[in-house]
């Protein structure tokens, strides 16, 4: 079975200053990992997602996020953030060959003027 | 906007009722998906649908039901509530219903139980 663990609830940062989400995961089979984010009172939206090939993946809104098979994580960052990221960050996983999405219990980033 | 849309937006009732949650997918994907969200338990997956056929099921208590219709809309059934039962419901649509998909999520019913 999969599992996803995101370490961090809450993430402060002050605007402009670079970020990172940790996310890290186990399962004994391929995986498959994405990064959602959920902005206050609204569903969630995918920012990016990793199947295979590049281990850096570029996503919406200037994320991106690196697979690290060894560590079995997957960090998502950012370089210089606005007050317009202030959201709830959630990484998710599925393994090959199944249908379930695993979600981890999401990140607070607040960022601050 | 997702695409996904659901209603009711908001929902209140009294424990011992019965609702029904409502989700019409994005045009074009065959796969709905439905997550409880609270804060004690967080996003928690309890079913899904593709293309009118139970697919997978996670952390779906019995007095719970869905099903996806002919026109892929799907509905959630919630039966003898319980206090605890209060959250926002996410429906969620996607085209394959595979591990790869990307997930399209709607705005969410709020219920609270009283």
């Known amino acids: 079975a999969q599992s996803v663990t995101q370490l961090d609830s809450q993430v402060p940062v002050f605007e402009e200053a670079p970020v990172e989400l940790r996310c890290n995961y186990s399962s004994s089979v391929s995986v498959y990992l994405f990064w959602y984010v959920q902005y206050p009172n609204q569903g969630l939206q995918l920012l990016l997602k990793?199947?295979?090939?590049?281990?850096l993946v570029k996503g919406i809104n200037g994320f991106e996020a690196e697979f690290n098979k060894s560590q079995t994580s997957f960090h998502l960052r950012k370089p210089s953030v606005h007050i317009s990221d202030t959201a709830e960050y959630f990484c998710?996983?599925?393994?090959?060959?199944?249908?379930?999405?695993?979600f981890g219990t999401g990140t607070r980033l607040k960022v601050l003027a | 906007d997702s695409g996904v849309t659901q209603t009711p937006k908001h929902l209140i009732t009294a424990t011992g009722q019965r609702v029904t949650l409502r989700c019409s997918p994005r045009s074009g994907d065959l796969s709905v998906y439905w997550y409880q969200q609270s804060l004690d338990q967080g996003l928690q997956f309890l079913i899904q649908y593709y293309n009118g056929e139970e697919r997978a099921k996670g952390n779906i208590l019995e007095r719970f039901s869905a099903q996806q219709f002919p026109d892929l809309h799907s509905e959630l059934n919630l039966s003898s509530l319980e206090l605890g039962d209060s959250a926002l419901y996410f429906c969620?649509?996607?085209?394959?219903?595979?591990?790869?998909?990307?997930?399209?999520f709607g705005p969410g019913t709020r219920l609270t139980v009283l």
């Open positions: 998710a996983v599925s393994a090959s060959g199944t249908y379930k999405y695993i």
């Open positions: 969620a649509s996607g085209k394959t219903g595979g591990g790869t998909d990307t997930q399209y």
């Open positions: 990793y199947l295979s090939g590049s281990t």
